[in-house]
């Protein structure tokens, strides 16, 4: 068998023109490159149109162990005194308990118990944040909704969130 050139294909295109890409397209794409480039420069370097989010110092910060019960009840316990502050039924609970089925998940996932405690932490902007200590994952959870991080934010109470 011969090579490629002897298939009849490359000896169709000599004296052929190669396909190219227009220099419209060309110089246009080079633009908007050099544009992008140019906007990101000028945002970091004046700070305009940069979107920074400062969090500020912690206000409020509480160790929580949250896990699932044998008969599927969600139990909040603050890690330092071993108290439970706070007990959801198996249909209750929301976004707290939507939010330990994706942490049981990550903590399957990387091989650490799941009774490691995990950190609540309300900072000065009024963010909420939950972070896990065994992963090492956190999520911000006002991007969830103001009422779905008020859930969380009721656990740093003395008295903990709603029972029941």
Do not use: C
């Amino acid at each position: 068998m011969g090579s490629a050139s002897h298939l009849g294909y490359f000896s169709d295109r000599k004296g052929k023109t190669p396909n190219h890409l227009p220099k419209g397209v060309f110089f246009g794409l080079a633009g908007l490159i050099a544009f992008t480039a140019g906007a990101i420069v000028f945002g970091q370097v004046t700070g305009l149109g940069v979107v920074k989010q400062e969090l500020g110092a912690p206000v409020s910060i509480r160790d929580l162990m949250i896990t699932r019960n044998a008969s599927g009840h969600v139990v909040v316990t603050d890690a330092a005194t071993r108290e439970d502050i706070a007990l959801y039924a198996p249909e209750a609970g929301g976004f707290v308990s939507g939010s330990l089925r994706a942490f049981e998940r990550m903590r399957q996932v990387s091989n650490v118990p799941f009774d490691a405690p995990y950190r609540l932490i309300k900072w000065e902007s009024s963010a909420v944040s939950l972070s896990d200590t065994g992963t090492g994952e956190r999520i911000f959870l006002d991007a969830f909704g103001r009422d779905n991080a008020a859930a969380f934010e009721a656990l740093l109470a003395p008295q903990g969130g709603n029972s029941q």
